[in-house]
């Protein structure tokens, strides 16, 4: 009969696998007669440098039926801002359309007012025909070489032409652009009388239906992009290289030299008085203060170690293909609540290890230490949003399913995992015991302090993603498609690396100082990396891009404090490791009385 742990990884192998199979399901399949409807659906639309605020298609005084007709959709669809309705243009299969008429519309002061403050902010559309996505500008501004905005035109395109490419039964692209010729005047507050238009023209293409969306991979494939990846991870190894070969050599000279003098110090006579690291060796155990919290911030740094590495898996297998709509969002929300049991395991497990006793506190902090910080900044964020109007703010039935799958599956799985953690008995292996009372740390100058350790620590993995954090922000926040997902992977490993190393000699020169508070130290410098790249959030937002307005500059800086958090927990916990393995083997080394 099989135990109840074997019987809940079991059930944890079974959702994760439904949770998988329903990120993997490719949108559309179909195959169609001539003449059949293909399903075409109006998204959003939103200023164009600014991606986080989009409006619903219909907020603007476009054609409309008189009942909207909205798609269900996925959870990743709602969290992506994804508000998908049938668009007002009829694209049966291979029928073509000349100039044909979708209605006659009379747009009020307002209606003109309204569309022409879009067109002023660079508004665009995005639709989705067969679950590809077609996108447009919906009008242009004239400057005419006048420097004063009260001089413009502004201009509305009134007449939109479809290009479609089909292979037998199947669609295979669609691109959109518009008459230049059939405009509408908006620059003046008055009535005007539209009559919208659209052409549709089918083209047969020999492209298989398995290649459709390589179109939309293919701009961060050009050999120009690849260049300047495989550039960042040159300069990446080389740092790396560089590092560990400079790293290995210093520390492996040292302690060499550092253990043929402990073991003539141990034959010489012993009123010699110790120095260096072995000098501590009775205090580089002891446990650090805030158990609690350190455990906590160690359980949930594993934890989302174990979520960006199952979401690496997903991409590299293929899930994430270009407008795959909201499979990332699902991915993470269900792998999230699925890996809080290593939380709960590693933090209750740990902090029994450090003789901890009120563990149900710790599993309470460990379940709270990410998830309350992103859920007062999720808020704040939705709260402005709802201001905005913006697609961006979840409907509230989405925010009960989000609260459901954190009490049903993320809370009790913690627990679980943290039962578990506490049951595991397991002691905390120290090579030296620990004296009853600590060492005076001797006083040290100002660099070897905790901010600036900090600050050399988190500059050098920093160095070795910096190039490939561009494209990672271009394609977040702006719409470059990012899909070369191994290189980012070899990038994460070489992240992993350098933080490792340098927080292991960092350790050892703190130690051969005699400064035996490393625990804390060793986490905080491994997650300073995430301080530099919150710090080149502000240096992309001025320098690199083009967003505006309240509600975007507080969702950028909003989410991506998140994340550097989450980068923090994570690195920080890889730095620790790193430390605690380097620290008890040196210690191992040597005779401790």
């Known amino acids: 009969m099989a135990s109840p742990a074997a019987r809940a990884a079991s059930a944890l192998l079974l959702l994760l696998a439904l949770a998988v199979a329903g990120v993997l399901s490719d949108g559309s399949d179909h195959r169609y007669k001539l003449g059949d409807p293909v399903p075409l659906y109006a998204n959003k639309v939103g200023p164009f440098h600014n991606p986080s605020e989009t409006y619903r298609y219909f907020d603007l005084p476009f054609c409309s039926p008189e009942k909207v007709k909205e798609k269900s959709e996925a959870l990743g669809e709602v969290l992506n801002g994804d508000r998908l309705v049938d668009a007002p243009y009829k694209l049966d299969f291979r029928t073509d359309h000349d100039s044909k008429a979708v209605c006659p519309k009379k747009l009020t002061k307002e209606d003109v007012a309204k569309f022409r403050n879009a067109v002023a902010k660079d508004y665009y559309f995005q639709m989705y025909y067969d679950d590809l996505p077609l996108w447009g500008f919906i009008g242009k501004v004239e400057k005419g070489g006048k420097p004063d905005p009260s001089e413009w035109k502004y201009y509305l395109y009134r007449h939109i032409i479809f290009d479609i490419l089909y292979n037998n039964d199947r669609v295979i692209e669609i691109n959109v652009h518009t008459d230049q010729s059939a405009l509408v005047d908006l620059t003046e507050d008055k009535e005007v009388n539209v009559d919208f238009l659209y052409t549709v023209k089918w083209k047969e293409t020999p492209t298989p239906f398995e290649k459709r969306m390589e179109k939309y991979s293919s701009s961060s494939n050009m050999p120009h992009h690849l260049e300047v990846h495989w550039f960042s991870i040159i300069n990446s190894c080389v740092t790396v290289l560089l590092l560990t070969g400079f790293l290995a050599t210093i520390l492996m000279r040292v302690l060499k030299n550092d253990f043929v003098k402990y073991a003539h110090d141990e034959e010489a006579a012993d009123d010699q008085e110790e120095s260096g690291w072995k000098y501590i060796h009775g205090d580089v155990f002891r446990f650090p203060k805030n158990k609690s919290l350190f455990s906590a911030a160690l359980g949930t740094g594993t934890q989302l ?7 690496f898996l997903l991409a590299l297998v293929g899930v994430f293909y270009p407008y795959n709509r909201g499979a990332l969002f699902t991915a993470l929300v269900v792998i999230y609540a699925l890996t809080s049991g290593i939380a709960g395991y590693i933090a209750t497990s740990f902090y029994c290890q450090l003789e901890g006793t009120n563990w149900v506190r710790n599993l309470l902090l460990t379940g709270c230490l990410f998830c309350g910080p992103l859920f007062l900044t999720f808020c704040f964020l ?16 989405t925010i009960c399913v989000i609260v459901l799958i954190w009490t049903l599956v993320t809370f009790p799985l913690l627990v679980l995992g943290g039962i578990a953690g506490k049951n595991s008995k397991s002691e905390f292996q120290a090579p030296c015991r620990t004296t009853k009372y600590p060492r005076e740390i001797p006083p040290l100058p100002w660099y070897r302090t905790t901010v600036p350790q900090m600050a050399m620590a988190g500059f050098l993995p920093f160095s070795a993603i910096y190039i490939e954090l561009y494209y990672i922000f271009a394609s977040v926040w702006g719409h470059r ?5 191994s290189i980012l992977f070899i990038v994460f490993i070489i992240l992993l690396i350098v933080t490792a190393f340098i927080t292991v000699a960092l350790t050892y020169f703190q130690l051969a100082a005699e400064d035996h508070e490393w625990w804390w130290r060793s986490f905080l410098c491994g ?28 969702f950028f800086f909003g989410y991506m404090a998140c994340i550097c958090y989450a980068f923090f927990l994570m690195l920080g916990m890889v730095g620790f490791r790193a430390a605690l393995f380097f620290v008890r083997h040196i210690y191992k080394s040597i005779k401790c009385e």
Request: hydrophobic residues 45%; glycine residues 8%; contains cysteine.
């Open 305 to 311: 170690f174990a979520l960006t590495t199952f979401i």
């Open 382 to 397: 939705n709260t402005v949003a709802i201001a905005y109007s913006a697609t961006a703010a979840l409907p509230f039935g």
């Open 481 to 485: 498609i990012y899909t070369i997902y």
């Open 527 to 554: 997650g300073s990396t995430g301080f530099f790249v919150y710090g080149y959030c502000l240096y992309y937002y001025y320098a690199r891009s083009d967003m505006s307005g309240f509600m975007q500059t507080s």
